[in-house]
């Protein structure tokens, strides 16, 4: 099993420009959570999912970002329009169930915007 | 509300040394915590959780609900446990995780 998939693994875009990155969790989670971490914020949890479905999207920074899962394989964060205080490593986490609560991450996506 | 604390940034011992990574919380239902770790160049990874009270890779960390602390320990450190570590608190009922800043332990021969 490679874990939890992350593309792409770099971005660099401009200010204004649509962003989309892609996660892919481990086969049989059914949780699977977007953090962003900056060196002024740490690790923080943007939104998580149970079986497809948005639990809590409290993190979400504001309307720019938003995120779906459209099946239990394949989940995406979007940030429209991107600005560059949006720069920061975007990680996607998976998990079985709330019993054994381990996460797993992803490699992370660094996201620059210029 | 609740919060996770890591008061040092970074933490630089000699190899051999012991070493003791802090965390505190406050959070008013009763805690889970975690300690993950993540060395250079892998990925976040969960080293241990006060549940299972073990001890992993010579760490160990008790909860201590009086002083609200979940202090990370290891008596005789080693230069691969260089590495980035993170306590974090699960809260609510669904399992969502609250981590602290970060501590970066440097462990030099």
């Known amino acids: 099993d490679a874990g939890v998939i992350q593309s792409p693994r770099h971005e660099v875009t401009e200010m204004g420009q649509e962003v989309t990155l892609r996660c892919k969790p481990i086969s049989g989670h059914d949780y699977l959570f977007w953090y962003r971490q900056t060196m002024m914020r740490g690790l923080e949890l943007l939104i998580y999912f149970n079986n497809n479905v948005p639990i809590d999207d409290s993190g979400m920074p504001e309307d720019r970002f938003s995120a779906k899962m459209p099946n239990a394989s394949f989940s995406t964060l979007k940030i429209q329009p991107s600005e560059p205080r949006d720069s920061a490593v975007y990680f996607c986490?998976?998990?079985?169930?709330?019993?054994?609560?381990?996460?797993?991450f992803g490699p992370g996506t660094r996201l620059t915007v210029l | 509300a609740q919060r996770v604390t890591q008061p040092e940034k970074l933490l630089s011992v000699f190899k051999g040394a012991p070493v003791e990574l802090k965390c505190n919380y406050s959070?008013?239902?009763?805690?889970?915590l975690f300690w993950y770790v993540q060395y250079s160049r892998q990925r976040l990874q969960l080293l241990l959780r006060h549940i299972s009270r073990e001890s992993i890779k010579g760490f160990t960390a008790d909860l201590n609900k009086g002083e609200t602390s979940f202090h990370l320990k290891k008596p005789f450190a080693q230069e691969e446990d260089s590495a980035m570590y993170y306590c974090?608190?699960?809260?609510?009922?669904?399992?969502?995780?609250?981590f602290g800043a970060g501590t970066q332990v440097v462990v030099t021969p």
């Open positions: 986490a998976s998990s079985w169930d709330r019993v054994h609560n381990e996460q797993f």
């Open positions: 959070y008013s239902g009763s805690p889970e």
């Open positions: 974090a608190l699960s809260v609510g009922s669904w399992g969502k995780l609250q």
